[in-house]
């Protein structure tokens, strides 16, 4: 049984209070100025649930680039726990409640607060990193950009000409963890 807003989800036991509350007091300034809206929970279950359906086991990696209060990771860890939960946001409250709801419903993973498209890191926080060894969750703030799972190292700058005078940007390489994939939501 959930409440009007989906306060708790007796299928997946996950809950977004801090979300629910940011919600609510932010919504009218921030979702015009930042066209920032939160994804409602009846819609981040059906996601998850379409999502877990291509990806089983564990081990997987989850992204959600613009993840709010990390609604869809914490759904998804309540899914199918053991993944690694990335999320970023351009909001540095939202980025701050993300690392707080992982925290609470024991996701493993890092949230960064940036601006995915133009790829502009600020900060960010590695979240349970030690879960399964010390027994009790951790959240340890990331002090520069390239200790993030986000960071791209950048090759050689190879860049030619395109077609019509427009450039083609340097190619970079993907940082690959653990031989898995990234699941992008």
């Not at 190292?153 to 083609?168: C, I, N, S």
């Amino acid at each position: 049984m959930s409440c009007q807003y989906g306060c708790i989800h007796s299928e997946t036991d996950w809950y977004d209070t801090l979300g629910i509350i940011y919600e609510i007091i932010a919504s009218r300034w921030k979702s015009s100025a930042m066209g920032q809206f939160f994804t409602p929970p009846t819609i981040v279950d059906l996601m998850v649930m379409l999502e877990q359906t291509h990806t089983t086991g564990q081990k997987q990696k989850v992204l959600d680039p613009c993840c709010g209060s990390g609604r869809m990771l914490i759904a998804s860890h309540a899914k199918a726990p053991g993944n690694f939960q990335f999320g970023a946001d351009i909001d540095p409250i939202c980025t701050k409640m993300t690392a707080i709801n992982m925290l609470v419903h024991g996701c493993v993973g890092e949230v960064s607060c940036m601006d995915s498209i133009a790829y502009e890191w600020r900060f960010g926080y590695k979240i349970n990193t030690y879960l399964n060894s010390i027994g009790h969750p951790t959240l340890i703030k990331i002090e520069k950009f390239e200790d993030s799972y986000f960071y791209v190292k950048p090759t050689k700058a190879q860049t030619k000409a395109a077609p019509r005078g427009e450039f083609v940007p340097a190619k970079t390489e993907a940082k690959v963890l653990n031989n898995g994939q990234m699941t992008l939501f």
